[in-house]
């Protein structure tokens, strides 16, 4: 299985909601990431968790809150979220913090209302 | 920040044709890669070039890398419509970050 998958492919939320996102990886890689990207933008970096542990957090407001459950879970909860937070949100993992190759998922589409 | 910048920003050619992207980042770095991004998609990984290697090749796909220049270039040859995506070169900052360049939208005419 050399998948990333991300659930629910797409979200809308109100700015008082609370919801998740979901990452999964089954290819035994310890280190995952969460990227934000904007229409016609390039993915920036929010959070890269290794060995279950947050190893980067890019100054990402607290209205974002990752966790990583086990080692093929990630998990990117969201509350109070603002319109400026529509963007697709990627999930990401290598094999290791060290092995340069990323594999995306499809990524969630979010809109906040 | 934004280590990469990347020309053209989009490209408009003919199904068969080459299409060269350039990137250009700002720091001395270990790797850069290569993604495509199919439209509102996840990205896949192309090709990887190491700070010691000048050119890589992968089917159609040849990368260049100028360390002194701090410049790579992505050549595309004899282009599908299924070619059409954004492409984007990724660095490494050192800290285990990767950092995407602004991408090149290309499309492919059949």
């Known amino acids: 299985d050399t998948e990333v998958t991300q659930t629910p492919k797409h979200l809308v939320m109100g700015m008082t909601n609370k919801k998740s996102l979901k990452c999964e990886q089954h290819?035994?890689?310890?280190?995952m990431y969460w990227y934000k990207q904007k229409a016609k933008k390039p993915p920036e970096l929010m959070f890269v968790?290794?060995?279950?542990?947050?190893?980067i957090n890019e100054s990402v407001p607290s209205r974002f809150s990752p966790e990583c459950p086990n080692s093929s879970l990630l998990n990117l909860h969201l509350h109070a979220l603002q319109p400026e937070d529509s963007a697709l949100y990627l999930c990401?993992?290598?094999?290791?913090?060290?092995?340069?190759?990323?594999?995306f998922g499809p990524g969630t589409r979010l809109l906040v209302l | 920040s934004q280590q990469g910048e990347e020309d053209p920003q989009a490209l408009s050619i003919q199904e068969g044709e080459n299409a060269t992207m350039n990137c250009s980042y700002k720091?001395?770095?270990?790797?850069l890669q290569w993604y495509r991004q199919n439209s509102g998609r996840g990205l896949v990984h192309l090709i990887l070039?190491?700070?010691?290697?000048r050119e890589k090749h992968s089917g159609r796909l040849r990368v260049t890398l100028d360390t002194s220049k701090k410049s790579s270039s992505l050549l595309i040859t004899a282009s599908r419509a299924a070619d059409t995506a954004s492409y984007f070169c990724?660095?490494?900052?050192?800290?285990?970050?990767?950092?995407f360049g602004a991408g090149t939208r290309l499309f492919v005419k059949a």
């Open positions: 990401a993992s290598s094999q290791e913090l060290t092995e340069e190759t990323q594999y």
């Open positions: 290819m035994g890689h310890r280190a």
């Open positions: 968790y290794s060995y279950e542990k947050l190893s």
């Open positions: 720091t001395s770095i270990n790797n």
């Open positions: 070039i190491r700070s010691n290697e």
């Open positions: 990724a660095t490494d900052l050192g800290g285990f970050k990767t950092i």
